[in-house]
């Protein structure tokens, strides 16, 4: 098990000195070898391997973080990413041709994979480590070298990156900075090819203000208040689990947590009944008195994160029905705690609660809680929980956020082959598993070899413009239109639903028809 060294910042003047080391070693040529990408990668896969023990403790140490969530969410979803990126490079980096067209063909046109050069990313406290490796593994398999912010809010996990990483991967290619707001704001004075940063909404203004004095390509991951819509016909039991499960993990401290239930008012109780009947399974030692801190949950992240959230609970007029008793800010405990009957004007609707809180608000129907939804910033994750097809599909399609998931809360993110982002206030800019996160630090360069023969053909391009060149770049080059639309269609949905009804009725009159010839030959033949 690996040992750490004390937690130091590192200085304004490094920095500097960091940053131009890294853009010499890009220099030099080393990453651009898939093979070199490949070795980088696997070795970052040892490092979490070999220190698995050190980095649980770690995230307990600074997260109050249970084993299982560390191992499943943190440790083993980043190893994942890694071996992923590490088994596909080859085929992700690969030269792609574009399908062939006429006038084209012959200039060999290609898009090279290229690297942006020397990328920043810039992780939260929420997910340390997962949320370091994670950017890591696609800034790598795109061939650039790249500088680490780690979270200053989680020091144990921070320091042990940074006395490790130096063993496993050479500082010329990827390195780590340390600090708060003056070194961030350090690593954001100097250009980068591309910055990711991960957090809030208020800090990612500022991110993105920095990056615009040289024109840096940024990618946000923000948060939001994501609303989970429950119909009351669903499996309730499965959504309470799966919701409760969601919610609490990491102490409420995930940026895709269920911020918010939807459930019409009829269904409120039943709801709530298969909610305390989860909360008892799941956290039995609440029920204790005092409530205690288990092995179940994890703590708030400071002082400032507990007072913010246990003050939103405070002012709340909602009912509580699960947990609320045994708050401890010098332990920074906050029991899961879960409340009926919220309005939207509640103190818990005017901010994300980044906490182990859950809010109920019922409302007179669904398309309550979509107009509610509408009227807000975009939400990271939007939820629902039914199995009725077309109820989904109008959720889904009525609102807009960064991810639609159905009957499942939080794992979107981790889902291999899925873009994870947000829109508007969420955020912007998909990456996480795979190859997405390989293309946002990739510079798509486009390419064409035209052969010197194609001057007997595109000739005419070239002055003096004569009428017969321009009739032959007429006739040759220009694009015969399908028939001119007589007029607008209708709204999608409103269009396939007349069209059924359309053809309900013709086959109801064609029917009709059939059957009133079928009496009159009868009546003839008779």
């Known amino acids: 098990m690996a040992t750490t060294t004390p937690f130091a910042y590192t200085s304004l ?14 220099k030099t040529g080393q990453t651009k070898s898939i ?60 030269p792609e041709k574009p399908s062939r067209t006429l006038n084209f063909m012959f200039m060999n046109p290609v898009t090279y994979k290229e690297p942006k050069g020397v990328v920043l990313i810039i992780s939260p406290f929420n997910y340390p480590l997962w949320l370091i490796m994670s950017p890591l593994a696609g800034a790598i398999a795109a061939g650039n070298t790249v500088v680490i912010k780690p979270a200053e809010g989680c020091p144990a996990i921070a320091a042990l990156l940074t006395e490790q990483l130096p063993k496993y991967i050479d500082p010329s290619f990827i390195r780590i900075v340390n600090g708060s707001v003056a070194e961030t704001t ?10 990711l940063y991960t957090g809030s909404g208020r800090v990612g203004k500022i991110v993105a203000a920095a990056a615009v004095k040289h024109l840096t390509p940024v990618t946000l991951e923000l948060g939001g208040k994501c609303p989970v819509f429950i119909d009351p016909a669903s499996d309730l039991k499965l959504a309470a689990k799966r919701i409760v499960w969601g919610k609490f993990t990491n102490a409420g401290q995930t940026c895709v947590a269920p911020d918010y239930i939807l459930v019409p008012k009829e269904a409120q109780e039943k709801f709530v009944k298969e909610l305390k009947t989860v909360y008892a399974e799941f956290y039995p030692e609440t029920a204790e008195s005092p409530p205690r801190p288990a092995q179940n949950t994890s703590k708030m992240i400071n002082q400032a994160a507990w007072k913010r959230v246990n003050g939103l ?15 401890d800010e010098d332990k920074k405990f906050i029991p899961p705690t879960i409340l009926q009957d919220v309005t939207f004007e509640d103190s818990l609707m005017s901010e994300e609660i980044f906490g182990p809180v859950l809010p109920i608000i019922p409302v007179e129907n669904l398309d309550t809680g979509i ?36 009957n499942e809360t939080i794992i979107i993110p ?64 220009s694009q015969k239109l399908p028939s001119r639309p007589r007029a607008p269609p209708s709204g999608t949905t409103a269009s ?11 086959a109801v009159a064609v029917v009709g028809a059939l059957t009133r010839m079928k009496s009159r030959v009868g009546a003839i033949r008779a």
């Open 496 to 506: 396939s639903g007349a069209r059924k009804w359309f053809l309900l009725a013709l």
């Open 371 to 406: 107009a509610y939804v509408n009227a807000n910033d975009h939400p990271l994750a939007l939820y629902v929980f039914t199995q009725n097809d077309a109820l989904k599909k109008k959720i889904f399609s009525s609102t807009l956020s960064g991810s639609a998931v159905a």
């Open 313 to 327: 609970l405070q002012a709340s007029k909602g009912t509580i029905v699960c947990g609320g008793e045994g708050a």
């Open 35 to 94: 093979a070199f990408r490949k070795y980088q990668l696997l070795q970052l896969a040892y490092l979490l391997q070999d220190n698995a023990k050190a980095l649980e403790e770690a995230l307990t140490k600074d997260l109050g973080r249970p084993p299982l969530e560390s191992v499943m969410m943190e440790i083993g979803a980043s190893i994942s990413e890694l071996m992923e990126a590490y088994k596909n490079v080859d085929k992700w980096a690969a």
């Open 414 to 477: 981790g889902v291999s082959g899925l873009p994870f982002g947000g829109v508007g206030g969420s955020g912007y800019g998909g990456y996480h598993t795979g190859k997405y996160g390989f293309e946002i630090f990739t510079h798509l360069r486009a390419s064409i070899d035209t052969p010197s023969w194609i001057d007997k053909l595109l000739g005419v391009r070239y002055p003096p413009y004569t009428d017969k060149n321009l009739d032959f770049i007429k006739k040759n080059l």
């Open 13 to 26: 003047e490094e920095i500097e000195q960091i940053h131009a080391e890294l853009k010499a070693g890009f």
């Open 186 to 195: 350090k690593l954001l004075d100097l250009p980068w090819g591309h910055i």
